[in-house]
């Protein structure tokens, strides 16, 4: 994508109380203890950051309720206020345009989620330990942020709990040190990383070898609890496959490993991290039954997670490539074909109010069921009308050509615009993304 077309990183229209525009993080450093218990989350956030275009006399982090120690800005005492999950911080000088500077938080208190028309989001307190689930505005639950997807920065994040606790987080584990009855994990994510793909599972886990020849070279690593783990490794044994096929079909694995959790808790549906992916004792069952849901998981790896929405009107840029790659997993492994997934999801949605418009949904409907299937199904439509050689030749194109950016729809279009393709694809494009009527069902060219 040429700079011309780079999306516009302004406030995001969905969440507005959310993130800065004014600077952005290139990176966080947090050091925490967690007490399980009483779940008592404290210590420290050191964030690197550059200043916009204007000089800034303050600004802003969000983060939820805690109680706020110090606040340093280039290790000078700032004044702050806190409240309503904003930080206001005024440095004692202030910063110039395009001005490097750190800011460091040091905080204390109750970790809990953040509300929001889906419920809680962000840390959650499980029977025995926690987990962080943040999509789309959890993050300022657990650490100061500039909480908007566009804002990627890379991570380290030091976490210490009692030892019989694992700590999981994305990226690579660089060191484990037990002092006493404590462990302190330290972990380094390098990949530019949004707010809300932040991730931590604490609990009393067991690692599963996801062995076998087709895990071929991408690290990959299970946790679930003790009685889970002979489900768990049968669940996952074809995740191996799975991500053969999809660097195949969408370029090499764009982080350092993957870790799948299965946390000790039932959960609505799994959520996608950065390099991780949480599931609930729910999603598995020794039957492989939620397997689609390890591919969907799996594929925000790219969709998603790598190449990140600008803002929350994008998020079928995520969902209907996660969808579609069910479809596909299906299809390549001896299950039914896209097309099948496809005629299906569109008997669905003929039955549902047609009143969704998939480019710019609303906020209220950004997790909507019907997203994700016209999702799915829009870009089935793209695969019938460029062609298999195209239409994948495009789909790899587009995670290469974003990798660890940030993308909108209207890119997107003029990415696919420059396929051949065996229809004209602009009235695909605009029947299946900006109107809300069903589409007749896609048919292969
Ligand atoms: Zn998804």
Redesign the pocket.
Known sequence: MSPKQAPQLGVDPYFPTHGDTRYRVHRYELALDYKPGPNRLGGSARLTAVAGGEPLREFTLDLNDFRIGRVLVDGRAAHYTHRGGKLRIRPAKALAAGAAFTVEVHYSGNPKPVRSPWGGVGWEELTDGALVASQPIGAPSWYPCNDRPADKASYQIAITTPSPYSVLVGGRLLTRTTRGSTTTWVYEQAAPTSSYLVCVSIGQYELLRLGGPDTGEVPQQAHAPARLVPQATHDFGRQGAMMRLFEELFGPYPFDGYTVVVADEELD????AQGVATFGTNHVDGARGSERLIA??L??QWF?NSVTVADWRHIWL??GF??YAEWIWSERSGGRPAAHHAAVAHSLLAGLPQDLRLADPGRDRMFDDRL?ERGGLAVHALRCALGDESFFRMVKDWTTLNRHGVVGTAGFTAHVRRYPSRRPVDGVLEAWLHETLLPPPPIPG
């Open positions: 549906v799994p959520v996608e969907h998981e594929a925000h998603g995520n969902e996660a969808k994700y």
